[in-house]
């Protein structure tokens, strides 16, 4: 079982739609979680943390439940520029804070 | 202000000859990471330098690879002999800390095929 576990996608969704990405991580020792984004032929970049609480970065909001070791990201209102592969990011304790990355969701958003 | 920099962009080799890929971080970093990203397995870390100093080569898949990081500004991963399984884009990252939380900084990758 992978460490870090998403679902591939593609999600295709329409301009305007809010789409939802789960990602869930198995060990229960990670300790900080992040969001990146892949745009297609390019590097990873960070899109946002996520808090125990919940955190809004505006279209974008993230959750993560420790007790399920589950992470989200919704978007709303998708627009085109939104089209990309999302990094679901754990870290392993152990010395360093080690980034885990998960295989990625494609999203697709069309006109 | 200059991002993570890697060369090549692109490189296309012949099974057996050596590959060196060369990465200058931000100025300013004191961690360097080098990552093997494929369709199969996606994104993994090779290699962890902590100021200039290898901390974790866990991820070094074998003898075939080496990397070195001679002074703050620059890194090399060595590839020898080189197999078509090794084909990956190769990303090189930095960070200003390696053991608190970060973000880590990605260069535009290196794109290597080997025939």
């Known amino acids: 079982r992978k460490e870090v576990e998403q679902d591939p996608g593609p999600f295709n969704v329409p301009e305007g739609a809010t789409v939802a990405f789960n990602c869930t991580y198995s060990n229960s020792a990670s300790q900080s979680f992040f969001w990146y984004r892949q745009d297609c032929r390019k590097e990873p970049k960070l899109l946002m943390s996520v808090y125990s609480s919940g955190n809004e970065d505006g279209r974008f909001t993230a959750q993560l439940n420790r007790a399920s070791q589950y992470i989200s990201l919704l978007i709303r209102d998708s627009k085109l520029s939104d089209s990309a592969t999302y990094l679901c990011v754990v870290t392993r304790s152990g010395g360093y804070n080690k980034l885990i990355f998960g295989a990625g969701t494609r999203l697709a958003v069309h006109p | 202000d200059a991002g993570v920099i890697q060369s090549p962009r692109h490189e296309v080799t012949e099974m057996g000859q050596e590959v060196t890929l060369r990465c200058k971080p931000i100025?300013?970093?004191?961690?360097l990471f080098w990552y093997r990203q494929t369709m199969m397995r996606g994104l993994e870390l090779l290699i962890y330098f902590n100021n200039n100093v290898p901390i974790d080569d866990s991820g070094m898949p074998e003898d075939r690879f080496s990397a070195k990081m001679p002074n703050a500004s620059f890194s090399t991963l060595k590839i020898q002999p080189s197999e078509p399984r090794d084909s990956a884009v190769y990303f090189c990252?930095?960070?200003?800390?390696?053991?608190?939380?970060?973000?880590?900084?990605f260069g535009p990758g290196t794109r290597l095929t080997v025939t």
């Open positions: 990252a930095s960070s200003p800390s390696g053991g608190a939380v970060y973000e880590q900084y």
């Open positions: 100025s300013g970093h004191n961690s």
